[in-house]
């Protein structure tokens, strides 16, 4: 594939831009010079864009660096919602990954998830996203810092992966954490939180498994027909990565059964107590039923009505008769 640009590089759309080398001296491309860098054949680059620039739109359709067919697949799932794939194109791999949303400080909780697309080649990976990801920012931080040293676009690319993974299992973690806190009380006989506090955990699993668990199929797909520029220790982390997210994915599912349970201890709790409730309102008003009646029959003051004297038993005839008539029809009825 021939490496040469043909436009000038959107240096506005550019968020970072990394040089490696095969002896491990990998430094930070200036702006100016990352043209230069990808039409150096000893270099292999990470350039990290931002999609929704419109000079970084146009470069990807009209660079040589990429197929056209990439930049389709890209412009198909910019105006889709969330499509997870993986497609091997020639020399060239297109994935289209969640990862998690940027958020001020170390709060894991919300884990909103966005789209991140990487392109790789031999010796080239051009992430895309467009708002900020928690992943590639910490992957910038640590290359800046010096605590990866990766020489191979391939090694950053296993790095990418193996840091999201860290964030997932992190946020899940957590939530197993707060799932031991509310089993503990469970097992206490104490009130749990709302019904809406575990249906949110419910939900965040629920959508945390219907995005990852495509992108384990997109994996093993890929593990299936791997391109030719996979060496053997590609191979085994490639491996690595797809066991530990088939771990994630598992661990998701779990958590979501737990909540699961939880939900159904908790619905039958409000069920038993509403019963008990009933149950005591159901018994005071058969306590308080005979007097009701007494009261109400010893109330009728018949002999002072005009036309009613000595009434007083047929009254008590009809409502005989009325208590007759509607047990019987409930009997019927088969509701008593």
């Not at 973690?173 to 006989?189: P, V």
Request: with cysteine.
């Amino acid at each position: 594939m021939t490496l040469i640009p043909t436009l000038p590089f959107p240096i506005n759309g550019v968020v970072f831009a990394w040089a490696m080398t095969a002896d491990g001296r990998n430094y930070e491309i200036p702006l100016f010079d990352i043209a230069d860098a990808l039409n150096n054949s000893d270099l292999s680059v990470w350039l990290h864009l931002n999609l929704s620039n419109s000079q970084v739109q146009r470069w990807l359709k009209n660079t040589a660096l990429i197929p056209d067919r990439v930049v389709e697949m890209i412009d198909e799932g910019v105006t889709r919602s969330r499509l997870e794939r993986i497609e091997k194109l020639d020399d060239c791999l297109l994935m289209v990954m969640n990862d998690f949303e940027q958020e001020f400080g170390d709060d894991l909780s919300n884990g909103d998830l966005g789209t991140l697309w990487a392109i790789l080649t031999p010796r080239l990976m051009i992430s895309l996203r467009n708002i900020p990801l928690r992943t590639t920012d910490r992957l910038r931080s640590d290359l800046r810092s010096g605590l990866l040293s990766p020489r191979s676009a391939i090694e950053l690319f296993h790095e990418l992966i193996d840091l999201r993974a860290e964030y997932l299992r992190t946020l899940l973690i957590n939530l197993s954490e707060t799932m031991d806190d509310l089993e503990e009380l469970l097992l206490k006989g104490k009130e749990l939180p709302e019904h809406e506090f575990l249906g949110r955990i419910r939900i965040q699993c629920s959508r945390l498994r219907r995005q990852f668990s495509p992108e384990l199929i997109a994996l093993h797909r890929l593990q299936k027909r791997l391109p030719y520029w996979f060496s053997e220790d590609d191979k085994f982390r490639l491996n690595e990565d797809l066991e530990l997210l088939s771990f994630l994915v598992q661990e998701i599912s779990n958590l979501y059964d737990r909540a699961k349970v939880l939900q159904d201890e908790q619905a039958a709790h409000v069920a038993e107590f509403n019963a008990r409730n009933l149950q005591v309102l159901s018994v005071t008003t058969v306590i308080f039923l005979p007097m009701t009646l007494l009261t109400g029959i010893m109330g009728m003051n018949m002999e002072d009505l005009p036309g009613l004297k000595e009434s007083f038993y047929i009254v008590m005839a009809l409502m005989a008769a009325a208590g007759a008539t509607v047990y019987f029809a409930l009997k019927i009825r088969k509701i008593i």
